[in-house]
């Protein structure tokens, strides 16, 4: 949970120097990264209030009977925090909003266009299983979780289309898949 902790704080860092970057050119009129900005922050919403609400669970669960005490202060962090699975938008329609962003610059890969910062893993080569080497290193590391991620938002893309061509509407195919939509937006997250 600590690990968690410092990750989502320096994760948290480059997502507000990516808004102070946007804004600016927000400020400029230049609105190309707009979409970026609001895929990264909702899903980063959405998974930053379910790891601290998991983390918060570990911690009162570790303390035995006493968790549940006022004298641990769990219960006034549960009650402080878990609400934000829900206000400002709720977690499933908050990564479902990642997850559109992520089906459009997937199909950008698949035109062969150039993909912006931090979706450019998408370009990931899936021919491969595994970049796991015998000396494992954190740039392996990466690379396993964006191959993963690339993986699980490219079986949900496969899915959409696939409904689409079995007479689903768009719409109709976006709802059959919001699972596996919030799993690779969920994912995507972990490499950071």
């Not at 609400?83 to 329609?93: H, K, R």
């Not at 059959?176 to 969920?186: I, P």
Request: aromatic share 10%; proline share 2%; hydrophobic share 35%.
């Amino acid at each position: 949970m600590l690990a968690t902790a410092y990750a989502l704080h320096f994760t948290g860092q480059i997502v507000y120097g990516t808004y102070l970057q946007v804004t600016s050119q927000i400020e400029e009129g230049n609105l190309d990264q707009i979409g970026e900005l609001h895929a990264l922050s909702s899903g980063l919403k959405a998974f930053a209030s379910w790891e601290c609400t998991k983390g918060i669970e570990e911690c009162r669960m570790a303390c035995g009977g006493h968790g549940y005490s006022h004298a641990s202060g769990l219960p006034k962090i549960y009650v402080d925090l878990t609400p934000g699975c829900t206000y400002e938008g709720e977690n499933t329609v908050m990564m479902l909003q990642t997850a559109r962003y992520l089906m459009k610059c997937f199909a950008q890969v698949e035109r062969g266009e150039k993909l912006p910062g931090f979706v450019s893993y998408l370009s990931t080569n899936l021919s491969t299983k595994s970049s796991m080497t015998s000396d494992v290193t954190l740039d392996c590391l990466v690379n396993a979780y964006e191959h993963r991620a690339t993986r699980m938002i490219q079986t949900a893309a496969l899915r959409i289309k696939n409904l689409v061509s079995e007479g689903q509407s768009q719409q109709e195919a976006w709802n059959n898949t919001t699972q596996q939509l919030v799993w690779a937006s969920r994912v995507s997250y972990l490499r950071f």
